[in-house]
């Protein structure tokens, strides 16, 4: 409150000059400069040439009144948001991540599901669906309103780790590189590698729980919960069916981070050029980045879904000679199985539903992560300026 007593004493000020209104006038003015807060250049010349006119006050009380002032306007000022990197800790990176890594796939959960059953390249009859909308009804009617959430949990316990290395290595990296490729600017280039080595870390952690999560969202999934999915899996197919897709999935996720993250900063520098916290500007460019993105890699998306859930249809029909194919492992023997059983139109499988999911999921994730990193950041930056005015006092 000690920028209310500095306004009342500039009035005190004003009204004791007598009828001068020019001294008046100028307090006046002063005042209005304040309020507006872009007084702070000229109030040291202004209230040392008024300090005579007030009775009784002494020279140390206009130092205290300036000091008070400054306070009030320091208070007021924003930390540098975009220079976080500097200002804040690894942990600040990793806690903003798994939040938004979290809420992202918590709540586009059931979309997922749906994208995973439309990628089907042998669906049950019982699970043909026209649309997304279609599929999320059907399956709430047939199977229960909780069927579409079957597999969240792996989900959500994969999603916090996973994302808090995402986004702690890529706001790290990117900083590092964009210095070495183009100092005190922007890089695509190096925006483009941070996603990707980001990506490497991500999906290390993530690739199992992808697994688990896609054969318990297929239809008439034989597993009754996360552990016995778990369980099973590794008794059937061993710790490597944890793993069967990484190199596809890689192959997938490296262009497609490379795509989001370009694009991302791409329209950061058109809607937000000053880089400052707006929502609406990190909703707007997270979703068209991540439709992009999403459509651009939707092939290989196909494929990682065959590989994951090793769909027994699909398995059934590519007999050959020498009987059923086992298992489908690697990518060409996935990219054969798709073009087998499907054709050309097999790899755009569940494109639809792989855009809707992307579009909200990414626009969620941006938005989650930069308020969080932008909390974390004016938190930290106030306990520093007040740890350094209890170190003057």
Same mark, same amino acid.
């Given at each position: 409150m000690e920028t209310d007593g500095f306004v009342r004493r500039r009035r005190m000020t004003a009204e004791t000059t007598g009828n001068d209104p020019g001294v008046a006038g100028a307090s006046a003015g002063a005042e209005v400069r304040w309020l507006g807060g872009r007084f702070w250049g000229v109030s040291e010349s202004i209230v040392g040439s008024l300090t005579p006119r007030i009775?009784?006050?002494?020279?140390?009380?206009?130092?205290?009144?300036? /000091?008070?002032?400054?306070?009030?306007? $320091?208070?007021? $000022?924003?930390p540098d948001y975009e220079g976080l990197p500097q200002g804040?800790?690894?942990s600040t990176h990793m806690l903003a991540g798994a939040v938004a890594g979290i809420m992202e796939h918590c709540l586009m959960f059931p979309i997922d599901c749906v994208k995973t059953r439309m990628q089907s390249l042998q669906p049950?009859?019982?699970?043909?669906?026209?649309? #997304? @909308?279609?599929?999320l009804r059907?399956?709430?009617?047939?199977?229960?309103?909780?069927?579409?959430?079957?597999?969240l949990n792996a989900t959500a316990i994969g999603a916090g780790p996973a994302h808090a290395l995402y986004f702690a290595s890529y706001e790290k990296l990117k900083k590092t590189l964009s210095d070495v490729i183009h100092p005190g600017a922007n890089s695509h280039l190096a925006n483009g590698t941070a996603g990707c080595v980001a990506t490497l870390l991500h999906d290390a952690v993530m690739n199992p729980a992808e697994v688990v999560k896609q054969r318990m969202q297929m239809y008439n999934s034989p597993y009754r919960g996360v552990l016995d999915c778990v369980r099973a899996v590794w008794q059937k197919e061993g710790p490597t069916a944890f793993y069967r897709s990484y190199t596809t999935q890689l192959t997938m996720n490296v262009p497609f981070q490379a795509?989001?993250? @370009?694009?991302?900063?791409?329209?950061?520098?058109?809607?937000?050029?000053?880089r400052q916290y707006n929502p609406s500007s990190h909703m707007l460019s997270g979703a068209l980045a991540g439709a992009i993105?999403?459509?651009?890699?939707?092939?290989?998306?196909?494929?990682?879904?065959?590989?994951?859930?090793?769909?027994?249809? =699909?398995?059934? $029909?590519?007999? $050959?000679?020498?009987?059923?194919? /086992?298992?489908?492992?690697?990518? =060409?023997?996935?990219?054969?199985? #798709?073009?087998?059983?499907?054709?050309?139109?097999?790899?755009f499988k569940g494109v639809q539903a792989r855009v809707i999911y992307q579009m909200p999921s990414t626009a969620i994730s941006w938005s989650v992560y930069e308020?969080?990193?932008?909390?974390l950041t004016k938190h930290q930056h106030n306990k520093r300026r007040t740890q350094q005015m209890e170190a003057e006092m």
């Open positions: 009775g009784g006050e002494t020279e140390i009380q206009t130092v205290d009144l300036i /000091r008070s002032a400054q306070d009030a306007q $320091s208070e007021d $000022s924003e804040a800790s690894t049950d009859p019982a699970a043909r669906y026209r649309n #997304v @909308m279609d599929a059907r399956i709430v009617a047939t199977e229960g309103i909780w069927r579409p959430l079957r597999g795509l989001h993250f @370009m694009t991302y900063e791409y329209l950061q520098e058109l809607l937000n050029p000053h993105a999403a459509a651009s890699t939707t092939p290989l998306d196909v494929c990682k879904t065959l590989l994951n859930t090793q769909e027994s249809l =699909a398995l059934g $029909s590519m007999s $050959s000679g020498k009987g059923a194919h /086992r298992h489908i492992s690697g990518l =060409a023997h996935a990219f054969r199985t #798709v073009y087998r059983l499907g054709g050309l139109r097999g790899f308020f969080f990193k932008y909390g």
